[in-house]
C-alpha cells in the first residue's frame, strides 16, 4: 500500500514537471532573426578608444586583404638545397592536395612551406591530424590569412 501510494506521489511529480518544462528547440532549427535577438538585448559598455582601435584593425584589413588567422608549416629549412627542397614539398602536396592553398616564403635564410587559410585553430588542426602520417613535423602557426570566400546558397525553384 505504502509503494502504491509513493509511486502514485512520484508519477505525480513527474507529469508536472514534464507540464511545465519549454519545448526544447535545436539550434539549427531556429530562425535566423532569432539568433540575432540576443544582440539587442546586450548593453556592452567600454572606451571609446577601444571602438576606434576595433574600427582602426578592420580598416587596415580590408585594406591589407588580410585577417588574422592560422596555416599550418609543413617545411622548413635553410641551405644550400632549401629552395629547392621547398619546391619539391609544396609541388608533393599540391599533387595530392590541390583545393588548399599552399604558400612557399623566404624569411632570409629559411624557406619555409605553409598551408591553408584557417580562421580558427580547430580547424588548422583537423587538417593536422588529416596530414599527421605525410608530414608527422607540421605545425599550426599564426599567420595573416586571405579573406575568406563567401558562400552564397542558392535555391533553385
Known sequence: MKISVILLFVMAFISGVAATREPVTRTD?????????????????????????LKQEA??????????????????????KAHAQ????????LSSNPSVKTYLLFKSPDFIVRIGNFRTKSEALKMQKTLLFQYPNAFIVADDIAFPELVINTTIN
Open 29 to 53: 532549427q531556429r530562425n535566423a532573426a532569432d539568433s540575432l535577438m540576443i544582440w539587442d538585448k546586450l548593453n556592452i559598455q567600454s572606451d571609446p578608444k577601444i571602438n576606434e582601435l
Open 59 to 80: 580598416a587596415q584589413s580590408k585594406k591589407n586583404g588580410t585577417i588574422g588567422g592560422f596555416r599550418l608549416q609543413i617545411y622548413f629549412g635553410s641551405g644550400e
Open 86 to 93: 621547398a619546391i619539391k614539398i609544396k609541388t608533393e602536396f
